[in-house]
């Protein structure tokens, strides 16, 4: 049977139940109106038609003709209204005494006629009472009636409601179970439901799916084991430190040497909010949080290591339809934190750092030696020297001053990578800072025929800086742009302030520099391509100024466009 066929049945029987307690109750209301009737209507008025007698009879005895004529009526209408056994008998009584009364009157004529009346009156009361207890039995035994019939159709209705819904809300509650255990990846669930309705043609698909899907899980849950194995392995064996926690923020793997490191058991963690854990461990608190690039250093048996911190968002691919067009998108699925063991590339960092502080300073000496030969060779008084001579002298002095630079560069490059950058700052005067640069690059400016073009406030502030460290910042700048720019040409040079600081900005018209190494600029040993006809420094100049301006709490900047030439910028902080 269809489900709508057995809604419409229930419907149907509850609208005939009301309908046959309906009836049920008109006819009782009826029997109890018709009893009830029977009493107000013919005895009633054999009472009435009995005393207005009795009156007419105490007024004047029926001697005028007018309560003859009244009595006649009364007595006519008494004689068509006789309802009770013994009434007519009473009737026939009274007429016969009132025709004696009328051809001669007497006093027995009329106690005859008043007995007679008595009577009637008599029996008609009777008659009221024994209808009334009548009436009363009627209307107990209707309201028996309703009310047994209350009761049953009460039964039935209780029933019906409490059976009927069952007929779809169990099947409802049974599907609604074995979704949820379908959910939890319960495919041996099945539903038991017979018939030939819906529910029993929905159950019939829901264990088929379900039989699929069990089936569908047997035959890959070997598979996903095996590579959940494989998986928990290769990562176990890795030689780097990894940490896996899901979306929730819930740990969901750490390997051997992250439990050494992090000095935690994994058997323990696992499953455990990494809130709670880092609350406790204040190392993977750290590999939690951690923003920036530096290493971090932890002592293992007694000796430092130094460990760099890799963050991997893992996202997963996620797929839906709508209006038929598949769109593709990605969910987070949590974060691994890998630790890479890299003590043996900062020991190796550490020897280059020192080989280039030793490095430079032992060629300092043959340099400066080389210097003051080719200083003497220049004395006339040592010898006249010919025009090739001179020519292969000056090359000698531009390659040792270039190499002077390149040892003072690398020394610098030391003290920033082994972290003893010495600054002395102070209260510095900018103008002195701007005259000791251009003073430094006067000779270079003059040999290309260089103008300069300041733009400097009449006040400068003071400034809060190193003033030998900034001065060669601004001296790297003007030299760049001095080996970019043509002969004749100009190079500007702005002081600005700022936002509290004071902005050195220093502009060439040269080719200027491609969008795709603007990035590249300030990171040790990069040049940029050249053409050939400028010669590139050691690629230290500008990542070595970053590290001082950045020391003294300022930034550095370029902006550049290809054909327009560059402008370099830094700022220092005003002395407050």
Same mark, same amino acid.
């Given at each position: ?245 899901? /979306?929730?923020? @819930?740990? *969901?793997?750490?390997? $051997?040497?992250?439990?050494? #490191? =992090? ?6 963690? %696992? ?90 300073? /032992?060629?300092? @000496?043959? *340099?400066?030696?080389? $210097?003051?030969?080719?200083? #003497? =060779? ?6 006249? %020297? ?95 742009? *001095? ?94």
């Amino acid at each position: 049977m269809k489900l709508k066929t057995k809604l419409r049945l229930g419907i149907g029987f509850l609208f005939i139940i009301l309908i046959l307690f309906g009836a049920i109750s008109l006819y009782q209301i009826n029997r109890i109106s018709e009893s009830a009737a029977l009493i107000l209507k013919d005895n009633n008025h054999s009472l009435q038609y009995a005393k207005a007698m009795r009156l007419l009879l105490d007024q004047d005895s029926l001697k005028s003709d007018a309560s003859k004529t009244a009595f006649a009526k009364l007595l006519n209408q008494e004689r068509q209204n006789i309802t009770e056994a013994g009434e007519g008998n009473a009737v026939a009584e009274l007429e016969k005494a009132y025709g004696r009364l009328q051809q001669q009157t007497n006093a027995n004529e009329l106690a005859n006629i008043k007995a007679a009346i008595y009577q009637i009156e008599d029996l008609n009361m009777q008659a009221i009472v024994s209808k009334s207890q009548q009436s009363e039995k009627t209307v107990a035994q209707s309201t028996l009636y309703l009310g047994l019939a209350a009761f049953i159709f009460f039964l039935i209705l209780f029933t019906f409601i409490v059976s009927f819904p069952g007929f779809i809300a169990n099947p409802l509650a049974q599907l609604l179970e074995g979704i949820k255990e379908i959910s939890l990846k319960n495919y041996k669930q099945r539903l038991h439901i017979k018939g030939t309705d819906e529910f029993t043609q929905l159950a019939t698909a829901f264990n088929d799916m379900a039989k699929k899907l069990d089936q569908w899980e047997n035959s890959n849950v070997a598979k996903l084991t095996s590579e959940k194995l494989r998986i928990e392995t290769i990562i176990e064996q890795m030689q780097d430190a990894v940490v896996g926690i899901d /979306e929730k923020g @819930t740990v *969901i793997f750490l390997n $051997k040497l992250a439990s050494e #490191l =992090l000095n935690l058991e994994a058997g323990l963690m %696992l499953g455990k909010n990494v809130a709670e854990v880092t609350k406790q461990n204040s190392l993977l608190q750290t590999i939690i949080e951690k923003k920036d690039s530096t290493l971090l250093q932890i002592v293992l048996n007694q000796k430092p290591q130094f460990f760099s911190v890799q963050r991997n968002d893992i996202t997963i691919p996620e797929t839906f339809d709508a209006d038929q067009d598949i769109a593709f998108t990605e969910k987070p699925a949590g974060k691994v934190f890998v630790l890479k063991n890299v003590t043996d590339f900062k020991e190796l960092d550490q020897a280059k750092t020192n080989f280039m502080a030793t490095i430079s300073h /032992e060629l300092k @000496t043959p *340099i400066s030696s080389i $210097k003051m030969s080719l200083k #003497l =060779l220049e004395d006339s008084r040592v010898g006249q %020297l010919n025009q090739e001579q001179h020519h292969m002298i000056n090359h000698i002095n531009d390659d040792a001053n270039r190499l002077l630079k390149i040892t003072g560069e690398l020394l610098d490059l030391a003290q920033v990578e082994t972290g003893n950058i010495k600054l002395n700052i102070q209260q510095s005067d900018a103008k002195q800072i701007l005259d000791y640069a251009l003073n430094a690059v006067k000779l270079q400016m003059q040999q290309k025929q260089i103008a300069v073009k300041l733009s400097v406030p009449a006040q400068l502030p003071t400034l809060n800086a190193d003033q030998e460290k900034s001065a060669w910042v601004l001296v790297n700048f003007l030299s760049n742009a *001095i080996r970019y720019s043509g002969t004749n040409s100009n190079i500007d040079i702005t002081l600005k302030e700022a936002e509290q600081m004071l902005v050195f900005s220093v502009r060439d018209y040269g080719k200027g520099i491609e969008a795709q190494y603007k990035n590249e600029l300030f990171k040790r040993y990069f040049q940029v391509p050249t053409d050939g006809q400028h010669k590139s420094g050691s690629g230290l100049g500008l990542s070595i100024s970053k590290d001082f301006i950045e020391a003294q709490q300022g930034k550095i900047w370029v902006e550049s466009e290809l054909g327009e030439g560059s402008t370099f910028s830094f700022s220092l902080p005003i002395l407050s």
